[in-house]
């Protein structure tokens, strides 16, 4: 599956910014979709995941300030972020997997590219 994100940008602090990720190749439907993030000189993390029947997971450190769906008509999935810190400042990668949800980097084989968020104070 080839993953495209977008959306990304430099918003104030406790600002919103939302996050797409299209998706084509195989049936996006079978595939968990999730998002990670990686600030500078940090590993890359865990932000949040989402089932084919929209079942979601999140790190703690965004739980209830992000939320993330998907539309399988649309091929995509979003990621609304909202509250943002500058803690947040990362690029945020989108990704794909067949399976369950995973949390770690290492188990996800498919990539977007990568887009930036930054959070000014």
């Known amino acids: 599956v080839q993953l495209q994100a977008s959306g990304g940008g430099l918003v104030q602090a406790g600002g919103s910014l939302r996050l797409s990720c299209s998706a084509s190749?195989?049936?996006?439907?079978?595939?968990?979709m999730g998002w990670f993030r990686q600030a500078l000189g940090k590993e890359r993390e865990f932000v949040a995941a989402?089932?084919?029947?929209?079942?979601?997971r999140y790190a703690d450190s965004v739980k209830g300030r992000f939320t993330l769906s998907r539309d399988n008509a649309k091929n995509t999935v979003y990621l609304e972020m909202n509250s943002l810190k500058p803690e947040d400042t990362a690029v945020y990668y989108c990704t794909a997997r067949e399976g369950g949800i995973y949390y770690s980097s290492v188990d996800y084989k498919s990539w977007g590219q990568g887009t930036q968020v930054t959070v000014s104070s």
């Open positions: 190749g195989r049936a996006f439907v079978t595939y968990v």
């Open positions: 989402i089932t084919w029947n929209s079942v979601s």
